[in-house]
């Protein structure tokens, strides 16, 4: 992958902040799921959201299978950082990036799963459990999902999300791997 090239596109879209890391560097904790589990609201709803994307082992090891990865970030400023449903519903155009993003390293030849902040708002009712995703190909498992403690990578890296005010900071995570080129 030519990072120069990817960061020269990078440097075109309304990120707040990106960092390249080794996904050896996540840090997964059950305690992160347990916050999905008693409160959020798409808890069991949804194919982005546990226990459709299962155990923290489970994810913890599709992870790593993946040896690299790029953190990034985007602001939005909210009426009232207190009301989560509000502050949510900000989220597409963070969404947007991460797609644009993935499509940037796919483009490089890279093998992407993209974490983001979904909890899946792509159909009116989710398939699960009844069926299989509509739109896999679209869709961003939420990095709280995993487990995956994003604000210690952040810190790690010097990322700044604690603006204050009624400023929301959206994380992604573009976990990657080279593709073999057909001989």
């Given at each position: 992958?030519?990072?120069?090239?990817?960061?020269?596109?990078?440097?075109?879209?309304?990120?707040?902040?990106?960092?390249?890391?080794?996904?050896?560097?996540?840090?997964?904790?059950?305690?992160?799921?347990?916050?999905?589990?008693?409160?959020?609201?798409?808890?069991?709803?949804?194919?982005?959201?546990?226990?459709?994307?299962?155990?923290?082992?489970?994810?913890?090891?599709?992870?790593?299978?993946?040896p690299q990865?790029?953190?990034?970030?985007?602001?939005?400023?909210?009426?009232?950082?207190?009301?989560?449903?509000?502050?949510?519903?900000?989220?597409?155009?963070?969404?947007?990036?991460?797609?644009?993003?993935?499509a940037i390293?796919?483009?490089?030849?890279?093998?992407?799963?993209?974490?983001?902040?979904?909890?899946?708002?792509?159909?009116?009712?989710?398939?699960?459990?009844?069926?299989?995703?509509?739109?896999?190909?679209?869709?961003?498992?939420?990095?709280?999902?995993?487990?995956?403690?994003?604000t210690a990578?952040?810190?790690?890296?010097?990322?700044?999300?604690?603006?204050?005010?009624?400023?929301?900071?959206?994380?992604?995570?573009?976990?990657?791997?080279?593709?073999?080129?057909?001989?």
């Amino acid at each position: 992958m030519n990072r120069a090239a990817v960061e020269a596109q990078l440097a075109e879209l309304p990120l707040a902040e990106f960092v390249w890391f080794e996904t050896a560097e996540l840090e997964f904790s059950e305690r992160i799921r347990t916050v999905c589990r008693e409160n959020c609201p798409r808890y069991n709803k949804t194919w982005a959201c546990p226990p459709a994307v299962g155990s923290v082992e489970a994810c913890r090891a599709r992870c790593l299978s993946y040896p690299q990865g790029l953190l990034i970030t985007s602001l939005t400023e909210v009426a009232d950082i207190a009301d989560t449903e509000a502050a949510l519903a900000t989220r597409g155009p963070h969404e947007e990036l991460t797609r644009q993003v993935s499509a940037i390293l796919r483009a490089q030849g890279t093998e992407v799963y993209g974490l983001s902040t979904e909890s899946c708002a792509i159909c009116a009712h989710c398939a699960w459990p009844d069926g299989p995703c509509r739109h896999p190909d679209r869709m961003f498992p939420c990095v709280e999902s995993h487990g995956i403690v994003v604000t210690a990578l952040a810190e790690r890296h010097g990322i700044e999300f604690q603006y204050g005010g009624n400023v929301v900071t959206w994380f992604s995570l573009l976990l990657y791997r080279e593709t073999p080129d057909p001989a």
